[in-house]
Every structure is written in C-alpha cells, then in structure tokens.
C-alpha cells in the first residue's frame, strides 16, 4: 500500500473520495472545487459542527477507527435529526499525525462512509492536514426540513408530554467498561480484556445510532413535537436546556426512565446507581422531546418511546419522583457528585 | 477575568457568544440550539470547510491570536468567493489546550468576529472542547448564489484570458521574515525583532484578506468569469486545476505576473527568485479567474486585475514565456526545487 508522503495532499484527497457517489438531489456539486453547492430552494437548511479530538472524546487504545469514523458521523447527524430535519450531507476535516499510515486513514473513512452510506448522506467536501500530535475530526452536517417542520428546544408548552427513546445510560458504562479493561491491560499485558455478555453496551458506546427511525415513525404518524433535543449530554442537562429555553418547568418519574438491563448490571458491579447514568451518563444519542398530550394514543403503539413525565409552568421547578414519592431537583448542582464513585 | 474551569463549556460559549447580532436575512436561527437553521430558497448554497493546526498552519511564537482568528475566518471565505458566491454565515469550532486562559480565547474570537464584521458574515454556531496540547480551528463557511451566477474551475474556455488579482508572493516572504526573526530571537532573546520596512509583506500573511471587492466590481460590472478558483497553494497549483479540470492548457507571461516591490526586495535578500514566490508561494488568497476576450474592456479600468495570459487548447500544454522568451511547462516537477534555497 502506498505511504502518505508519495501520494501527497491532493493525492490522498482522490483516493479518499473516488468512489463517492453522489445520491441526494440536494447535493449539486460535491468535492473538487472551492466549495461543495447545495440547493435548498424546497427546504430550510439545519447545519451543525463538532470536533472530536483524540484524547478528550475518544481513545485508540480501545476504539477502533472503523468505529471511530461512524460515531463522528453519527453524533452530528444526531443533530440534525434533532431539529426534525432529515440529513443529507457532511463535510469532514481531519488532522492527523504521521503516527498514521494510509492503512488506518482508511480504516477511518470507510467507517465514514458506512455512516454515508447507513443514513442517505453525501460527504461533500472537507479538509486533511497533518497535526504534530493526535487526531482530530471536525464535521459539519448539513439537512433540510419545511419551516413548519423544523422543532427548536424552546418551545415546550406547558402539559405537553415528556417522551426519550431507546434507553439511557447504556453508553456511559460502555466506556467504563472499555476504561476499566484498558487500565488492566496496561498494568498486564498478559492478562486479554474480558468483555463478554456486555455487547450492547459497548456497541452503544463504540457504535451509536442516530434516532431517524423514530423521527421517521412521528413524521409518518403526523406527530410533531413541540421541542426537541438529542440526549448527548444525558438526560438531566437535556431536560434543563428544554425547560430552561422555553421558560417552562417539569416534572419526570424515576420510575419511568428506560435503562437496559445490562446497564444496570454493569452499574451495579461499578457500584453506581444506575439512574445517574441516565441523568448524566452522556453520548446515549436518544432523543427528548416533548408533545401534545393528544399524540399520546399514536405514541403509544411504538415501543421505542418512554413517556417519563410532563411539562409544568417555570415556577413549579424542573423535578423528578423518586421511587420513594420524594422529590429530587433537577437543577441542583449536587446531584453531579454522584457520578464518580 | 474568570478562569476557563469556572466558566464550564455552557458558560464559556455563552461568553463568546452573548454579542452576536444576526445580520444577514437568510439566518433564521444562529447559535442556541441542536443547530443553526438557515433559508437559502432564493439561492443555490456553497459551503466550504478549513483546518488550521497550531505548528503546521501557524506559529504563535509570532502569530497575534487576533490575527489568527481573522485569517481562519477570511481563507474560508476566501473559498466561498472563489464560487463567486457571497459569503453569509461560518460556523467555528475550536480545540484548545489548558495552557491558554480566557484571555486568549477572547483574542482570538476578537478576530473571528472582527472578520465576520468586514464581511458581513453571521457567525451561527460550533463546538469548543479541550486538546491535549495545541491549538485546533477548524471553520466551515457558507454562502450564497443564483445558479447561474456560480462559477466554478471546470469551466474555462479556449482563448479565455487569464487574470489575477492583486499580486502574488507577498504572503511567502513575509512567513520567511517571520520564521527567520523568530530564529534570530530564540537563539538571542536580547535581539528585537527587525520587522522595519516590510509592513506590506507582514500583513500579507499575517492578515490576508479575501478578494470580495473584486468580485463585486466583477458582478456590478456583468462580468462572469468563465472559471474562478482563488490562490492558496501559489499560482502555478491553482492555474494547474484550472486546466486540468477544464481540459484546457494556457499561456502566461512571466512580465504580466504582478509582484509587490516589497515582495522582491525581501525576496533579493532571501536569493530567493520573486517569481517562485508567486508561482509556489502559497497563502495569497487573491482570485484567479478567466474570462471571455470580450471583457477585457470592462477589466481593464480595474488596477486590482492583471492579465497574465490566454487559455489554449489542452494538447498545447501549460506553458510560461519566460523573460528571455524561453518556454517553461508549468506541470513540471523540477520547479518545485526552486522552492528552497
């Protein structure tokens, strides 16, 4: 296989984008000039960014690029999703030191292409340079939606419904997993990781999906939240973010919120307590959001969405029903001191 | 000033983001929310995305943070002119390591919105996290324009006239200015910098700008190129993707190509040939562009225009007359060693 250093810049750029095809109408002019063109003359553009640097979000000592690749293109996708707008393209950038061989770019991308390819996107442009040390993946992910389509985080109306998807917390002990047989490896190589029985969280941690499914199922079944958010940073900043930009309070059950069952095994073996790997676990890439208590007949037949509370006028606070009536707040600081052991 | 640990992620974006005031009508949401949400009905979108990377892009050693910011902003831009388009909206994320304060996080957003000012540009969201060391910006620009008003490099057309703006090399020379003072200075920390006399040069590469003036003069003027890219890489690359994505070949004149006095006097004292510099240099983010022999008129009256020769058919090759009328291929390998004393 060639080396970096004799394909060169532009050498490296065709190689990763040969065999791209082009598959959204959206999409008029892809890579290979200044810019990528769009036409969003049917729809209003829904654009985000986000920056995955190797040491702070992500670590090779447990993360395959293949996999690697897929969560960067994921996580912004997510995003997008959570305007309710359908995604359609991505630029990437990437920095990478010359620890990395053509081999491992590859590895790389043909995880961003499968997330192309898994969620009807076009990769459209980007950027590839060197860094002095570590890897760094900058997406931008590009969707559209009508205006009356598009769902903002600010505007929950009071008694509207609060409903998640799939279950929360899974991703976050996914990592501890992956951190605790990391560091035991480190101390003896000798001794080979032991991650069996736990597949769904680590795939939920090393390969997450966005929730286009369940956007898909409100759209057809003409359900359109009053806001949404995706769940990046776990549950209990979601909600505030929510309740916080639509001037509006809440009121959750404990009872109510999805956990998986392996998280909870898992928890219970770290000796946290589970419901804090929902409440602030992060990376779980569900969505919140909020509706009309009338959507209610049709939300129900889709398994995939928790109905955990209802929304409340500001004054009566952001809170939670634990399992023994009491009543926890949201908003209080103190509850992130749960979260390491 | 409050430290960045103090700040949090939500507080420090709130930081840098509690001026912003959206200007451009096609902003319906900037920064808030999962993601920017932009109406771009009346328009074809071009978008484009670059990285810059501490110790390979730039040298903070001699690079005012300002000044950083400003450029990242303005090569992006750069990108969406070279569309003929008109840049309205950047979206920026940066990785930052713990060795910079709040302070300077403030002077380089100084910069980015400074440039967004100049422009006219909306800056409407992004992603600031932690590296493990260096500085990461990595900036996605987006604008707009009516299909047939995009221009792109594909497109030049045998007997077109090939023009640049401004002139070339300055960029170069000033980076070499800056590395050798800095050399000077490390080795001696009692030896001030000998900066006297090159203000032109320095600003050149230390704050470029885009060459939007030209492609309004170009526009108010009903002037369409038949193909635009703008200078990064050096004219020699940029003239090369002209023809090679056009199928076209070209003739330029080395007496047409413009030079800044300073540019050659620093360059005299490098050895280094000015004509490399502005073949080879890179960084000048002026606009090369073609356009049909009947334009010339309209061009002339603009002194920031310089005709440097014709596009050919492609089995004519890429051609330079040289000043002793000696022919030189541009595509040639062997002027790249020219480069390097």
Known sequence: MAELSELGEFGLIKHLTKDIKIINEQTIKGVGDDAAVLDYSDEKIVITSDLLVEGVHFDLAYVPLKHLGY?????????????NAKPRQIIVSIAISNRFGLEAIDELYSGIHLACKNYGVDLVGGDTTSSK???FISITAIGGAKQEEIVYRSTAKENDLI???GDLGAAYMGLQLLERENEIFKADPQIQPDLSGYNYILQRQLKPEARYDVCNYLNNNNITPNSLIDISDGLSSEIMHICNNSNVGCQIYEDKIPINDETIKMAEEFGINPLVCALNGG????????VD????????ANNQISVIGHITKQNQGTNMIRLDNSIMDLSAEGWNAFMKK
Chains 1, 2 share one sequence.
Do not use: H, R
Request: aromatic fraction near 8%; include cysteine; charge should be negative.
């Open 283 to 290: 990376e779980d890439y569900e969505l919140l959001f909020t």
């Open 163 to 165: 409903c998640v998807t």
């Open 293 to 300: 208590l009338n959507d209610y007949e049709k939300l129900k």
């Open 71 to 83: 969560k960067a293109v994921v996580v912004n996708i997510s995003d997008v999703i959570a305007m």
């Open 133 to 135: 040390q570590g890897l």
